[in-house]
Structures are given as structure tokens and as C-alpha cells.
């Protein structure tokens, strides 16, 4: 059964940085666009950032220029990392394929706050 296994978040200051990482259980890894997402609360799960097999990635008009995605196929993991976080950016954050492909995680909570 795929397992997907989101860490790495936490409260953070305003301007501050975090990295997530996605460990998958999922045979093949590499062949999948991979993303993250977010979820705030009251508000829908939103895609954040994704990266193809060929490591293209694109972001979110809201993220683009501080989030980085990235990812490693001999760990079958994929990484987000978060520069300059605001606020709005508290969320809890998940990974899944592009299409969704997968069941969910238990996320990881980000909390940007002073």
C-alpha cells in the first residue's frame, strides 16, 4: 500500500524558513509529477508546487520566488523549501502525485507566526 509521510514543519517567525520532505513508499517514484499542497484552515487544499519526472517544476502565483520543490528518486522523497514565510502561509501542508494519484498523508502543520 503507497504510504505517504509528510515532516519537517513547525512554528516559524514571520521571514523565517522551513523545509519539508515527503518520504513515499510507491514503486516507481520516478515516473510521477510530484506536488505539494496546502490546507488552511476553513479553505480548500490548494496546490502549491510540483515537479515532473524531469524535474520542470512550476509554483503558485503566491509562493513563486520563495518556495523551492525538488526531489530525490534514489530516496524516493520529495523536498519543499520555504524562504521568506508570511503568515498566510500557515497551513497543513501535504504531498501527492499531480493527479493526486495516492492516499493522503497526515501532513505536516506550518505555522508562521511572531
Known amino acids: 500500500q503507497v504510504q505517504l509521510v509528510e515532516s519537517g514543519g513547525g512554528l516559524v517567525q514571520p521571514g523565517g524558513s522551513l523545509r519539508l520532505s515527503c518520504a513515499a513508499s510507491?514503486?516507481?517514484?520516478?515516473?510521477?509529477?510530484m506536488g505539494w499542497y496546502r490546507q488552511a484552515p476553513g479553505k480548500q487544499r490548494e496546490l502549491v508546487a510540483s515537479?515532473?519526472?524531469?524535474?520542470?517544476?512550476t509554483y503558485a502565483q503566491s509562493v513563486k520566488g520563495r518556495f523551492t520543490i525538488s526531489r530525490d528518486n534514489t530516496k524516493n522523497a520529495v523536498y519543499l523549501q520555504m524562504n521568506s514565510l508570511k503568515p498566510e502561509d500557515t497551513a497543513v501542508y501535504y504531498c501527492?502525485?499531480?493527479?493526486?494519484?495516492?492516499?493522503w498523508g497526515q501532513g505536516t502543520q506550518v505555522t508562521v507566526s511572531s
Open positions: 501527492n502525485s499531480n493527479l493526486q494519484t495516492f492516499n
Open positions: 510507491v514503486s516507481r517514484f520516478s515516473i510521477y509529477a
Open positions: 515537479i515532473t519526472s524531469a524535474r520542470s517544476t
